[in-house]
């Protein structure tokens, strides 16, 4: 009978409201986040594993916030354990945006907590706001970061490569490296501030103008880079009735750069159909630039 009520005294304790007096959560600031952001900028691809991608660089990058948020060992060891599950974006759009709306929701979290007030920002809520996140940010950032935005860099710095200049080679890693962490600690930032609402102001009609902006200067410096650096001429010429006709002036004299815009849209057109195999890609240009070459026309 004894051993009864002990359990059921046990039971009670166990069950009973965690009194929150002295695990107090701290201020997070506007230092926090910048450091929980550089954190993930530096350890992105550092720890990726197959289960799950992304989620120990994240987990790394919220530890001193969740520390000063939660001073109970269990509390702090549920938060770990909430942002080790899966997750993958791209790094400073998907990256910083939801390092600093996780943050946020963290902070929120920590309060309702220790104020004995229901929890509404549970464990379900936050990983669900990263996972609806993460692949549209994702999205965005490849297609204007890895599609865009390093493409101007290499342009900017392919005539100083073609001079033998180092910094041709340097500058593209250089300064897409700087301008992936200034946005990154923008979004991280943006985040925090505005909480889950941040995504709205990242793909809207503001930002959404900025975005076309850059994929039209994109494709402006594709064609520039064709343009320049795409040599492809014909040296077949003929002669008629004792006049000349070298078939490259002729072409020149239509549109210059005529041979180069023609090769450029082939391959775009062999992408649009068999897909982005770059490797296929180069080896049939190969194949066909060297049997052209080979009887004379190009």
Known sequence: MTDAISASQATEVDNAPTDYTDYQPEEITKKDVALAWLRFYFADEIPHCFDKYLAPALTWALMPILQKLYKRKEDLAAAYQRHLLFFNTAIAWGGGTITGITAALETARAKELTSGLPVTV???????????????????????????????????????????????????????????????????????????????????????????????????????????????????????????????????SILPGLLPLVTVGGVYLYFVKKGLNVTKALLGLTVILGVLAAIGIL
């Not at 990983?127 to 493409?151: E, H, P």
């Not at 200049?165 to 985040?191: C, D, E, M, N, R």
């Not at 520039?224 to 002036?249: H, T």
């Open 122 to 252: 549970d464990d379900d809520l936050i990983y669900n706001t990263k996972a609806g996140l993460m692949g549209a940010l994702a999205g965005i950032g490849d297609s204007i970061d890895s599609g865009t935005v390093q493409y101007i860099f290499i342009a900017i710095a392919l005539p100083w490569a073609q001079a033998g200049s180092a910094v041709g080679a340097l500058f593209p890693f250089i300064a897409f490296s700087l301008y992936q962490l200034v946005i990154g600690y923008y979004f991280a930032q943006l985040g925090f501030s505005l909480g889950r609402s941040a995504a709205n102001e990242i793909v809207g009609s503001k930002m959404q103008g900025i975005i076309d902006g850059l994929s039209i200067l994109g494709l402006f410096m594709m064609g520039i880079l064709a343009a320049s650096y795409v040599k492809v001429a014909s040296p077949l010429a003929f002669n008629i009735s004792g006049k000349d006709f070298v078939i490259q002036d002729i072409l020149d």
